[in-house]
């Protein structure tokens, strides 16, 4: 029998502590050997009975407890992963300058193994100066310090500050645990700044119709949320995808590949790697109508002029705006798969093209996909049946590699 993944959560005191019992059940139902080590102030938002029930395990916050067992050496050391959520201003600060006056302080000083820190306070409080270069130096440590969400915070404030879905605070970290010592002893896209697309683009005919497609965003968002697990600073313009944004990721939201075009470059000029995963509507209808299309008896109905839409992809590859950045596309092909996908990989310019066939049953929708990564330098890397996260990992695997060939552009 194997053993099981040792994960230690910190909590420390904010009131999003809450949220934190949530995350520990999906650990502890997914067959995580789960350790939590709360701050003495966490206690006041969630009691220690709490903690252990839903553990198994005990609970201390102090380094005088079970003193043969050297608690404040052995949980760290021998911790797969550490997740501490909420990460509040003060916890930062004492991690960032290797203060170790409680349980949790001097595990994370004793840990070897990947941390990953979920931030949650008010907006003023992140934007700080000192807690932004209290971030930066975790980072720069090597730990993973993901950005928080943006919504309703304490009282009737509103703002970026909030902890990002429980969910997915769980699905980064079991792309870490996936990752292994490779996430060790610093992300590989550490510093990097990532653009991705998911979803696809609706295209309104009137009020209550619009052009679309099948495409479920569950691609991008893989691809948004492995590279955040990767470290890099992760915007993703997701149209139309009924998705909870990704733990540590920007997300900006569009509808029609007008607004996906204007998002994209907009943010593209500060991205080191583009990808476009969204699927996106080749036509629009030439008029919008105010009113609804109705049916009339007898007579059938007036035929729909399309006109095309602009082409991002391209658009992104030639007018790229930073030395070095990494261009990625995606072809959805239901014939000649290989053959489509070389002619359209010179066609749009990009470095990579991901190429998979797609059907009713296949890809759209579901949580596996398998694709044909095509390099312009003539590489051709299969990416076998499998879940959509190790599709990303392969394509960011690719970027890394093209990243290693170029200089680094601030």
């Known amino acids: 029998m194997e053993d099981r993944v040792r994960v230690v959560l910190g909590v420390s005191g904010g009131i999003a502590a809450y949220k934190a019992c949530e995350l520990l059940r999906r650990f502890v139902e997914s067959g995580h050997d789960v350790r939590v080590v709360p701050t003495e102030s966490a206690l006041h938002f969630v009691g220690e009975a709490t903690w252990s029930a839903l553990s198994g395990q005990p609970v201390s916050t102090r380094v005088w407890e079970s003193v043969h067992e050297v608690p404040h050496v052995r949980i760290g050391q021998e911790a797969d992963l550490v997740v501490v959520a909420p990460a509040t201003a003060d916890l930062l600060a004492k991690a960032a300058h290797g203060l170790a006056d409680d349980l949790l302080t001097n595990t994370l000083l004793t840990a070897r193994c990947p941390v990953l820190f979920a931030p949650a306070m008010h907006t003023e409080m992140w934007e700080h100066p000192a807690t932004r270069e209290n971030v930066a130096t975790l980072r720069r440590r090597g730990c993973l310090v993901i950005e928080p969400a943006v919504g309703r915070l304490t009282g009737v404030d509103t703002g970026k500050g909030r902890l990002p879905d429980p969910g997915e605070i769980f699905a980064l970290s079991r792309r870490v645990l996936a990752r292994g010592a490779a996430a060790m002893p610093q992300a590989d896209l550490a510093g990097r700044h990532v653009l991705v697309s998911a979803g696809g683009t609706r295209e309104p005919l009137d009020p209550v119709r619009y052009l679309g497609n099948r495409s479920s965003g569950k691609q991008g968002y893989a691809l948004a949320r492995t590279a955040a697990a990767r470290g890099a600073r992760v915007t993703l313009v997701a149209a139309n995808a009924a998705l909870p944004d990704p733990a540590g990721v920007d997300v900006v939201p569009v509808g029609t590949a007008v607004q996906l075009r204007e998002a994209m470059l907009r943010a593209a000029p500060q991205a080191d790697a583009v990808v476009m995963a969204a699927a ?75 190429v998979n066939e797609v059907g009713e049953r296949k890809t759209f929708g579901s949580e596996e996909n398998e694709a044909l990564v095509l390099g312009a330098d003539g590489s051709e890397t299969p990416v076998p049946y499998g879940p959509k996260e190790a599709l990303a990992d392969t394509v960011w695997d690719l970027v890394q590699q093209r990243f290693r060939q170029l200089p680094h552009s601030d």
């Open 280 to 354: 996106v509507a080749d036509f629009r209808p030439s008029v919008y109508l105010a009113g609804k299309i109705k049916k009339q008896d007898g007579q059938e109905p007036q035929p729909i002029t399309l006109v095309r839409n602009p082409d991002i992809l391209a658009e992104l590859s030639t007018g790229r705006a930073k030395g070095g950045q990494v261009v990625v596309g995606f072809a959805a092909e239901t014939d000649d798969v290989l053959a489509n996908g070389r002619a359209k990989l010179a066609r749009k310019g990009c470095d990579l093209l991901v």
